[in-house]
Nanobody
Framework: QVQLAESGGGLVQAGGSLRLSCAAS????????MGWFRQAPGKEREFVCD????????LYGDSVKGRFSISRDNGISTVWLQMNNLKSDDTAIYYC????????????????WGQGTQVTVSA
């Protein structure tokens, strides 16, 4: 059974940066993409980004394009999310996800979810 372990959340001032990481253990057969969703209080879950573990091709949500960057190391089934120029609207719980491919994963069809890590951006 795959398990996803996130780390790196915290409190940062607007304009600052944070880096999240997610390591997968027990990666299921056919799981070739990992990524991130987020959910803020009172709001719907939102796709942030994902990446193909073999291809390295990434997809980004419109609200984070140009500010966030996802990278991966397929050998250790780990992804990193570099978040720059953070805004108060980025405040949310960030969930790591794993799935079959980047397009399916973007829809929310996943094989696994992490426990989530809180990111808080102060004005």
């Amino acid at each position: 059974q795959v398990q996803l372990a996130e780390s790196g959340g915290g409190l940062v001032q607007a304009g600052g940066s944070l880096r999240l990481s997610c390591a997968a253990s027990g990666r299921p057969y056919g799981s070739f993409a990992m990524g991130w969703f987020r959910q803020a209080p009172g709001k719907e879950r939102e796709f942030v980004c994902d990446i193909g573990l073999i291809s390295g091709v990434a997809l980004y949500g419109d609200s984070v394009k140009g500010r966030f960057s996802i990278s991966r190391d397929n050998g250790i089934s780990t992804v990193w999310l570099q978040m720059n120029n953070l805004k108060s609207d980025d405040t949310a719980i960030y969930y790591c996800v794993a799935g079959t491919d980047i397009y399916t994963l973007k829809t929310g069809e996943t094989q696994a979810w992490g426990q989530g890590t809180q990111v808080t951006v102060s004005a």
